[in-house]
């Protein structure tokens, strides 16, 4: 499966995620023409999103809200959450996808 989505991910957050929102969807401020936004909204891919929520659920149980809810909102906003977390998940995330892992279906469905 293609990784470029993570890829792109990573890219647009940036080195040391200058470009990751914690809180709300969006930033309110805007740099080099681009608005600072959350892990859910930069990830555009549902397949990718659907094994990014697999991972958040399995690294990060504590931190997904309510069970049966999506969990990379809630995950994003955790007040324990940080960058380094952001990218823990993206970077397990690529390697599922390298390894061909197709996600389960989670209920309930992404809300793409």
Known sequence: MNTDAIDQVLDFFGPDGEFWNKGQAY???????????????AIDDPIVAKIVAEVVR?????????????????????????????????????????EGHVPQSLEPEAPF
């Open 27 to 41: 930033g309110w401020w805007e740099r080099n023409g681009k608005t600072p936004c959350c892990l859910f909204i």
């Open 58 to 98: 399995e690294q990060y149980p504590d931190r997904c809200g309510d069970s049966r809810s999506w969990p990379i909102a809630p995950f994003n906003d955790h007040p324990d959450t940080t960058f380094d977390d952001i990218r823990l998940v993206c970077e397990k995330a690529k390697i599922a996808l390298e």
